[in-house]
Protein backbone atom coordinates (compact mmCIF):
# COMPACT_ATOMS: atom_id res chain seq x y z
CA UNK A 1 0.00 0.00 0.00
CA UNK A 2 1.36 3.31 -0.89
CA UNK A 3 -0.11 6.48 0.84
CA UNK A 4 1.26 10.14 0.70
CA UNK A 5 0.40 12.40 3.01
CA UNK A 6 1.76 16.35 3.76
CA UNK A 7 3.63 17.29 6.51
CA UNK A 8 4.99 20.50 8.54
CA UNK A 9 8.05 21.81 6.89
CA UNK A 10 10.41 21.58 9.62
CA UNK A 11 13.83 21.11 10.89
CA UNK A 12 14.99 19.41 13.73
CA UNK A 13 18.79 17.49 14.57
CA UNK A 14 19.16 13.96 15.62
CA UNK A 15 21.57 14.29 18.37
CA UNK A 16 22.05 10.28 18.42
CA UNK A 17 23.31 10.57 14.43
CA UNK A 18 24.10 14.12 14.22
CA UNK A 19 22.07 14.37 11.32
CA UNK A 20 19.31 16.97 10.14
CA UNK A 21 15.98 15.44 9.81
CA UNK A 22 12.99 17.49 7.65
CA UNK A 23 14.83 17.57 3.95
CA UNK A 24 14.03 15.77 1.29
CA UNK A 25 14.83 12.09 1.82
CA UNK A 26 14.49 9.43 -1.22
CA UNK A 27 16.21 6.92 0.53
CA UNK A 28 19.28 6.66 -2.17
CA UNK A 29 22.14 7.84 0.96
CA UNK A 30 22.44 10.67 -0.81
CA UNK A 31 22.37 13.88 1.28
CA UNK A 32 19.94 16.46 -0.27
CA UNK A 33 22.12 19.11 1.28
CA UNK A 34 24.79 18.23 -1.54
CA UNK A 35 21.93 17.38 -4.92
CA UNK A 36 19.92 20.09 -6.24
CA UNK A 37 16.92 19.18 -4.29
CA UNK A 38 18.06 20.48 -1.57
CA UNK A 39 14.91 22.03 0.66
CA UNK A 40 12.71 20.94 3.74
CA UNK A 41 10.32 18.31 2.67
CA UNK A 42 6.33 19.06 2.60
CA UNK A 43 5.12 15.47 1.84
CA UNK A 44 5.83 11.97 3.05
CA UNK A 45 5.55 8.91 0.97
CA UNK A 46 4.88 6.00 3.70
CA UNK A 47 5.23 2.36 2.19
CA UNK A 48 2.76 -0.23 4.10
CA UNK A 49 2.95 -3.98 3.64
CA UNK A 50 -0.73 -5.58 4.58
CA UNK A 51 -1.27 -8.64 5.12
CA UNK A 52 -3.91 -10.38 2.79
CA UNK A 53 -4.45 -14.22 4.75
CA UNK A 54 -3.19 -12.51 8.10
CA UNK A 55 -4.31 -9.48 9.97
CA UNK A 56 -0.86 -7.69 9.93
CA UNK A 57 -0.62 -3.48 8.59
CA UNK A 58 3.67 -3.12 8.62
CA UNK A 59 5.22 0.37 7.69
CA UNK A 60 8.64 -0.64 6.49
CA UNK A 61 9.21 2.61 4.75
CA UNK A 62 9.21 6.52 3.89
CA UNK A 63 10.40 8.69 1.83
CA UNK A 64 10.22 12.64 2.58
CA UNK A 65 9.84 14.65 -0.53
CA UNK A 66 8.45 17.74 -2.38
CA UNK A 67 6.39 15.60 -5.35
CA UNK A 68 7.53 12.68 -6.61
CA UNK A 69 7.21 11.93 -10.67
CA UNK A 70 5.69 8.90 -11.61
CA UNK A 71 9.14 7.77 -12.58
CA UNK A 72 10.71 8.06 -9.06
CA UNK A 73 7.07 6.48 -7.83
CA UNK A 74 8.26 3.43 -9.74
CA UNK A 75 11.84 3.02 -8.68
CA UNK A 76 10.58 3.08 -4.81
CA UNK A 77 7.87 0.68 -5.72
CA UNK A 78 10.17 -1.68 -7.39
CA UNK A 79 12.51 -1.27 -4.05
CA UNK A 80 9.55 -2.08 -2.23
CA UNK A 81 8.63 -4.95 -4.27
CA UNK A 82 11.78 -6.76 -4.02
CA UNK A 83 13.16 -5.64 -0.23
CA UNK A 84 9.66 -7.72 0.43
CA UNK A 85 10.29 -10.62 -1.74
CA UNK A 86 13.87 -10.99 -0.03
CA UNK A 87 11.80 -11.16 3.12
CA UNK A 88 9.55 -14.45 1.90
CA UNK A 89 6.00 -11.73 1.29
CA UNK A 90 4.42 -12.66 -1.80
CA UNK A 91 3.14 -9.34 -3.19
CA UNK A 92 0.02 -9.51 -5.09
CA UNK A 93 -1.35 -6.40 -5.05
CA UNK A 94 -0.84 -2.46 -4.84
CA UNK A 95 -3.44 -0.15 -3.20
CA UNK A 96 -3.27 3.91 -3.72
CA UNK A 97 -5.37 6.61 -4.47
CA UNK A 98 -6.01 7.28 -7.99
CA UNK A 99 -3.46 10.06 -8.81
CA UNK A 100 -2.15 11.58 -11.67
CA UNK A 101 1.46 10.61 -10.31
CA UNK A 102 -0.38 7.14 -9.10
CA UNK A 103 -1.84 6.62 -12.82
CA UNK A 104 1.22 7.60 -14.50
CA UNK A 105 3.28 4.89 -11.82
CA UNK A 106 1.24 2.72 -13.48
CA UNK A 107 1.72 3.18 -17.06
CA UNK A 108 5.52 2.89 -16.45
CA UNK A 109 4.91 -0.36 -15.02
CA UNK A 110 3.03 -1.46 -17.65
CA UNK A 111 -0.58 -0.73 -16.79
CA UNK A 112 -2.96 -0.24 -19.56
CA UNK A 113 -5.46 1.96 -17.55
CA UNK A 114 -6.89 4.30 -19.88
CA UNK A 115 -7.75 2.36 -22.94
CA UNK A 116 -11.20 2.94 -24.56
CA UNK A 117 -11.18 -0.83 -25.71
CA UNK A 118 -11.76 -3.54 -22.81
CA UNK A 119 -9.58 -5.99 -24.37
CA UNK A 120 -6.39 -4.05 -24.08
CA UNK A 121 -7.50 -2.77 -20.15
CA UNK A 122 -4.39 -3.93 -17.85
CA UNK A 123 -4.70 -3.57 -14.13
CA UNK A 124 -1.84 -5.74 -13.53
CA UNK A 125 1.64 -5.91 -13.91
CA UNK A 126 4.63 -8.11 -14.19
CA UNK A 127 6.73 -8.88 -10.39
CA UNK A 128 9.78 -7.12 -11.35
CA UNK A 129 11.62 -10.72 -9.91
CA UNK A 130 8.98 -12.92 -10.83
CA UNK A 131 8.02 -12.11 -14.36
CA UNK A 132 5.79 -15.00 -14.16
CA UNK A 133 3.52 -13.83 -11.86
CA UNK A 134 1.54 -10.33 -11.94
CA UNK A 135 1.19 -7.69 -9.23
CA UNK A 136 -2.57 -5.86 -8.89
CA UNK A 137 -2.72 -2.43 -8.98
CA UNK A 138 -5.96 -1.38 -7.24
CA UNK A 139 -6.63 2.48 -7.31
CA UNK A 140 -8.85 2.89 -3.32
CA UNK A 141 -12.44 3.95 -4.23
CA UNK A 142 -12.93 5.64 -1.03
CA UNK A 143 -10.15 8.44 -1.29
CA UNK A 144 -11.78 9.23 -4.69
CA UNK A 145 -15.16 9.56 -2.06
CA UNK A 146 -13.19 11.54 -0.13
CA UNK A 147 -12.26 13.81 -3.05
CA UNK A 148 -15.45 14.50 -4.42
CA UNK A 149 -17.09 15.32 -0.83
CA UNK A 150 -14.59 17.61 -0.59
CA UNK A 151 -15.06 18.99 -4.13
CA UNK A 152 -18.88 19.07 -3.42
CA UNK A 153 -18.17 21.07 -0.29
CA UNK A 154 -16.64 23.74 -1.61
CA UNK A 155 -19.91 24.64 -3.58
CA UNK A 156 -18.93 23.42 -6.90
CA UNK A 157 -20.39 20.19 -9.02
CA UNK A 158 -17.85 18.03 -10.54
CA UNK A 159 -17.51 19.94 -13.58
CA UNK A 160 -15.70 22.61 -11.57
CA UNK A 161 -18.98 25.16 -11.89
CA UNK A 162 -19.98 27.02 -8.97
CA UNK A 163 -23.62 25.51 -7.47
CA UNK A 164 -26.20 27.89 -6.42
CA UNK A 165 -27.06 28.45 -2.95
Do not use: W
Request: charged share 20%; proline share 3%; net charge neutral.
Amino acid sequence: MLDGMSIRKNCDLDTKSGRLIGYVDLGNGQSTLDTEETGLAGDALVVMAVGVAAPRKVPFAYFLNNGLTGEALQNILREAIAQLTECSANVVAVVCDALAVNVSMGKLLGCRIHESNSDSFQTSFAHPDKPAQRISLIFDAAHGLKLLRNLLGDKKSPTQEVLRK
